[in-house]
């Protein structure tokens, strides 16, 4: 849109599949793609990239034969700016191609776009997909919680969040909370994780949902049942049923009851 309303008649390419499709001449020409503002706003509201994306680190030797076939391909189709849009090795593609720009003498201009839905680029305050992925992990978060509450045997349900070394995705999990329906507990990359402080909290958090179960009572429920399970077992009792039951071997009913409680 922008190309058309300050340049008119310039054309603006767009690269199949990133840098890869820069390499391997594969451009397309956008004004004639989205050449109506119906076609720009379907664009806009559809989800995913529509050109696509790559997984490419170009090599750190400048002088590779990859970066003559880029400016090559620039020349080629008189490309007088190039932008690149994404996260950390698509912002280290844009610095290794000004680098290379200014050692050729380039004039095309090569500037970086910052969207990741990780949030990690530096000297932002947020970039753009962030919030669009907050919002989704904070509903799906909402939908988990709900769908395992129907049921009277406690579950423990792990969500592994993407975010490669930072935590903003899986923090945003806590908006869940806002209505009550958050997750109990949130670790992050940037804390050392102890995978027995983990096992303790887990068991903390289940006692404390069933304290809250003991606390206010069941007052209806949709499953039907004759009565609840509930028989106070110590650890170990409860760990022997667990590897008795695991083995194949009986247990009793009692032991079954603990270990559902």
């Known amino acids: 849109k922008g190309c058309r309303e300050y340049y008119p008649d310039a054309l603006c390419y767009g690269a199949i599949h990133g840098v890869k499709g820069i390499l391997n001449d594969r451009l397309v020409v956008l004004n004639e793609l989205v050449s109506t ?16 994306s790559c997984r490419m680190k170009l090599p ?3 002088s590779d034969p990859a970066y003559d076939t880029i400016f090559s ?5 008189d490309i007088g700016a190039f932008f690149y849009i994404g996260g950390n090795d698509s912002m280290d593609t844009v610095d290794k191609l000004s680098q290379k720009a200014a050692e050729l003498g380039s004039d095309v201009r090569i500037i970086g776009v910052p969207k990741t839905i990780d949030n990690d680029l530096p000297v932002t305050d947020h970039t753009p997909g962030f919030g669009s992925a907050a919002k989704y ?9 709900r769908d395992c509450a129907v049921y009277t045997v406690s579950a423990v349900t792990i969500v592994e969040i993407m975010g490669r070394d930072a935590g903003w995705l899986t923090s945003a999990s806590a ?12 670790y ?3 804390r050392v994780f102890s995978l027995d402080q983990f096992f303790a909290d887990v068991k903390a958090a289940l006692i404390k949902r069933l304290d809250f179960f003991c606390e206010m009572g069941c007052k209806a429920t949709d499953h039907g049942l004759d009565y609840i399970p509930f028989e106070i077992g110590s650890e170990k009792e409860i760990d022997a049923a667990f590897k008795a039951a695991m083995k194949g071997k009986a247990i009793t009913a009692k032991q ?3 270990y559902k409680t």
């Open 37 to 52: 503002e119906e076609q720009a706003f379907a664009l806009e509201t559809t989800p995913s990239a529509a050109l696509g």
């Open 60 to 62: 750190k030797d400048l």
């Open 73 to 77: 391909i620039f020349e080629k189709y």
């Open 137 to 145: 992990i904070a509903t799906t978060i909402k939908e988990i919680v």
């Open 175 to 186: 908006l869940a909370s806002l209505s009550g329906d958050g997750p109990d507990l949130i």
């Open 188 to 190: 992050l990359p940037e």
């Open 256 to 258: 079954a009851d603990m």
